[in-house]
């Protein structure tokens, strides 16, 4: 049974939280809201939660990098998920808050099928040899995203199997006030997480290119770092969020030392996303694709090509970058 890498789990919350018998606003096909009270997660006390690094949470889908075919691939998150009449019961159950109780999956029959190169994140839990879904009903795992595979169609618009190389957003290491956009060897991403985010991708929170022309990026997953949010108190931090233009972001992750992550997201507090203007989009970029070390031909609408031809630009903002005019 084979099982990949980083230990890929839904990230708790650092709050305590609620489930609330109302359509959620972040999933538009969940009938239940899950929302954080007072209380600090005693599993986030236990810790030292005052070295804890807190993250910009992005609003895209989780990829991973690791060995296929005996080179560095891209990997997209592919969740094995309960199918529709036992994603009902495990709903119902939830919302009847039977806590002393715990559901009892049918490992044979209750779950979707999945590509037979599906890999289950490392970290998922075993019981009889069985992969066991987590508190969310998932049995959390990726797949290896392929050339010419229109699933995933825009994952593969950000790597590049033949030069071996991603396109990744991050901050400058002169200045991580500015953005960098740049093409990086897939061997250096090789056991990290990132986001995509772009145009097609969670309707494009952070305006990035257009249906002419999408924009798809890779976010390696902590590069972010927030500088100034307040004290882990509840209300401190619903005003930070409400308030300060650093945070108009989807929510925080939190870097414990022990490699523990907590996360806070707007919809814990009932605050609204996306934002018209988001923190990330507001931020400029500089471009440093610079493809001429390549022997190689690219496709004439490549990202990669098309960011090497604005190689060195500078521009004034994320959701402004245009190859042309």
């Known amino acids: ?28 096909n969940q009938q239940f809201r899950v929302l954080a009270n007072e209380k600090l997660n005693p599993k986030f006390l236990e810790l030292d939660i005052k070295s804890a690094i807190p993250t910009e949470k992005l609003d895209g889908t989780c990829c991973y990098v690791s060995t296929y075919k005996g080179k ?4 997209a998150r592919l969740d094995r998920k309960p199918n529709k009449a036992a994603d009902r019961k495990f709903k119902k159950f939830l919302l009847s808050k039977k806590e002393t109780t715990a559901f009892v999956w049918n490992l044979q029959e209750d779950f979707k099928s999945v590509p037979e190169s599906w890999v289950a994140a490392h970290g998922v839990q075993i019981d009889n040899g069985q992969l066991q879904p987590d508190d969310n009903g998932h049995i959390l795992g990726w797949v290896p995203v392929e ?20 396109l990744i957003l991050r901050p400058c290491m002169d200045d991580h006030n500015v953005l960098e956009i740049a093409a990086v060897p897939l061997t250096e991403l090789v056991g990290h997480t990132l986001e ?15 249906k002419m022309q999408p ?10 770092q927030i500088k100034n949010t ?18 108009k972001v989807e929510g925080i992750v939190w870097h414990c030392s022990d490699g523990s ?4 997201h707007r919809h814990h507090l009932n605050l609204q996303w996306p934002l018209v203007n988001t923190f990330l989009s507001s931020r400029p970029v500089v471009i440093t694709v610079d493809l001429t070390q390549f022997n190689s031909e690219f496709a004439p609408k490549s990202l990669f090509l098309l960011f090497s031809k604005v190689n060195k630009k500078k521009f004034d903002h994320l959701k402004g970058i245009r190859f042309s005019g």
């Open 147 to 166: 050339e010419n595979n229109k699933q995933y169609c825009w994952h593969s618009s950000v790597v590049n199997y033949e030069i071996g190389a991603a």
């Open 230 to 247: 307040p004290s882990f108190s509840y209300h401190n931090l619903v005003q930070w969020f409400e308030e300060c233009e650093e945070a």
């Open 1 to 28: 049974m084979r099982r990949l890498g980083f230990v890929q789990q839904k990230i708790p919350c650092a709050f305590l939280t609620e489930v609330k018998d109302e359509p959620a606003t972040k999933r538009g």
């Open 72 to 75: 560095p691939y891209l990997w």
């Open 261 to 264: 992550l907590f996360k806070l």
């Open 196 to 210: 995509l985010i772009g145009t097609n991708v969670n309707a494009n929170p952070y305006g990035l290119g257009n």
């Open 215 to 224: 924009i798809h990026l890779l976010v390696p997953h902590g590069v972010l």
